[in-house]
């Protein structure tokens, strides 16, 4: 255990990157990643399940790319930081992910914020 | 000899890019963002310093995690701004200038940091989100900037005390340049937020306070903090923080606050300030 990380355990809804997830989740972290590339995305968009398949991608991740269940995929290893590059591709803003990760229609979750018309 | 004149801190939040682009300075919403800015833009527009070094973080845009370094610096003639994923942004590119940075390198790597270097690759919104609302960039930007990169991403991540540190050794790096350089160092980053997992939406306005006041004065306390610390405290991504104190590091002794921005909005405490060597 990482002791810089330690005591973390109790905290709800928090999921470190650390290097085990990252080994564990490359092949869906580096199909996100490629998303800043115009070819891959032009790729995706024309064939999505042939894109997946190339990458490497198990049922289960192809599954949660498809259905874009936000939470999952984090749960299932994906960075944040490549999540918001395939977010740009599936036209979607980082407030709408933020309220999908919480369970929240983006109505609700903006009612939350201080200046919900800053987006 | 290059001199460290002040330092900034300020949030690299990507949407304040996307909200310049779209041209809302004016937006009800959005300016008190964007005045926040403008003491700062007018201190260096009067203070004309040749180079921002930037402590900023990659988010997986320059670098992947097959390859992930804990520091890297910048080096070339300019720095592309990076598509991560929404296409090109109607900016210049970043300048910079190759002596400095390769000088800065051996430096850091003579004094036992031994950072890794880029070169030829496009830089994202950790440095591209606030430097347009610092400097002009019509017709160019009007001086050179010397990307540091920490990774904040892939835990294992440096310390705080070690970004401290980087920060001390940054500065013997800049006075020891045999130019007249005026540098100012800027620390990105924060202040509360957390992006993923349910926890999204976490702020802590409390602590961002607490975190300013213990900057200007009592810093050492800051580097003692664990990761989880700032986690818990700032929500998981406010970890990046460490990275204001690689700034405060090359600011080492007493600093003036001379100006302070805080604006909530959404998610993430952004936040501006300008620090002078007292």
Known sequence: MNPQLAGLDDLEGTYVFDLHTSNR?????????????????????????Q?????????????????????????????????EKFARVAQ???????????????????????????? | MAKIIGGIGTSHVPTIGVAYDKGKQDDPAWAPLFKGYKPVADWLAEKKPDALVFFYNDHATTFFFDLYPTFALGIGEQFEIA??????????????????????????????????????????????????LLWPHAPDWPGVIVPIAINVLQFPIPTAKRCYKL??????????????????????????????????????????????DLFVKNPEELTKLRHADYIRRGGAESVEQIMWLAMRG????????????????????????????A
């Not at chain 1, 032009?42 to 399940?49: C, L, R």
């Not at chain 1, 990458?55 to 984090?74: C, M, N, P």
């Not at chain 2, 940075?101 to 919104?125: C, M, W, Y």
């Not at chain 2, 002794?253 to 300008?274: C, S």
Request: a negative charge; proline letters at 5%.
């Open chain 1, 25 to 49: 989740a490359m092949k869906l972290n580096r199909f996100l990643w490629k998303m800043i590339g115009t070819e891959a995305r032009a790729h995706f968009s024309k064939d999505p399940e």
């Open chain 2, 167 to 212: 920060g001390q050794a940054l500065r013997r790096a800049i006075e020891s340049y045999p130019e007249d350089l005026k540098v100012v160092v800027v620390g990105t980053g924060g202040l509360s937020h957390q992006v993923h997992g349910e926890r999204a939406g976490f702020n802590n306005e409390e602590w961002d306070m607490e975190f300013l």
């Open chain 1, 92 to 119: 979607r803003t980082n407030l709408e992910v933020y309220a999908m990760m919480r369970g929240e229609t983006f109505d609700e979750f903006m009612a939350t914020r201080r200046v919900p018309e800053c987006r």
């Open chain 2, 83 to 132: 598509d991560e994923g929404a296409g090109k942004r109607p900016l210049p590119p970043m300048r910079g200038n190759v002596d400095l940075s390769i000088h800065i390198a051996e430096s850091l790597v003579n004094d036992e940091f031994d950072i890794t270097t880029f070169q030829d690759r496009p830089i994202d919104h950790g440095c591209a989100s606030p430097l347009p």
């Open chain 1, 51 to 83: 894109a997946m398949t190339e990458a490497g991608l198990s049922d289960t991740e192809k599954d949660l790319v498809r259905r874009q269940d936000w939470i999952g995929l984090i749960r299932a290893g994906a960075s944040f930081f490549v999540l």
């Open chain 2, 250 to 277: 090359a600011l080492e002794g007493e600093i003036r606050e001379l100006h302070r921005n805080y604006y909530l909005a959404t998610t993430t405490a952004m936040t501006v300030t300008l620090y002078e060597p």
